[in-house]
């Protein structure tokens, strides 16, 4: 079964750290650009940020340039999102994909380029 799997969620208290995992089962995420995204309750799912193939391409959402970094292990078939100086605006279920392209085709995230979603992993932040 080919799925993509988010781990690292958690709660946190404002200007703390998580770093999220989203790790591919069944594929191997090397060919793709994956995309980070998030929905906080009440609100669309919106972009995060994304990586090419090539770690090099990389956006970020304007909201959390500065605080996060996304990074990929393509031995490990995996995606890292290192968040620092966490916000309670931050809270947010978190969701990862894989893209339709191997590049990172828009300045942030748009989910109509992303074909395979995880289930998400929740973010807390508050104290």
């Known amino acids: 079964q080919l799925q993509l799997v988010e781990s690292g969620g958690g709660l946190v208290q404002p200007g703390g750290s998580l770093r999220l995992s989203c790790a591919a089962s069944?594929?191997?995420?090397?060919?793709?650009?994956i995309g980070w995204f998030r929905q906080a309750p009440g609100k669309e799912r919106e972009g995060v940020s994304c990586?090419?193939?090539?770690?090099?391409?990389?956006n970020y959402a304007d909201s959390v340039k500065g605080r996060f970094t996304i990074s990929r292990d393509n031995a490990k078939s995996t995606v890292f999102l290192q968040m620092n100086s966490l916000k309670p605006e931050d809270t947010a279920v978190y969701y990862c994909?894989?893209?339709?392209?191997?590049?990172?085709?828009?300045?942030?995230?748009?989910?109509?380029?992303?074909?395979?979603w995880g289930q998400g992993t929740q973010v807390t932040v508050s104290s």
């Open positions: 994909a894989t893209a339709r392209w191997a590049a990172c085709i828009d300045s942030v995230p748009d989910e109509v380029n992303y074909d395979r």
């Open positions: 069944g594929f191997t995420l090397d060919y793709y650009a």
């Open positions: 990586i090419g193939r090539s770690s090099r391409n990389t």
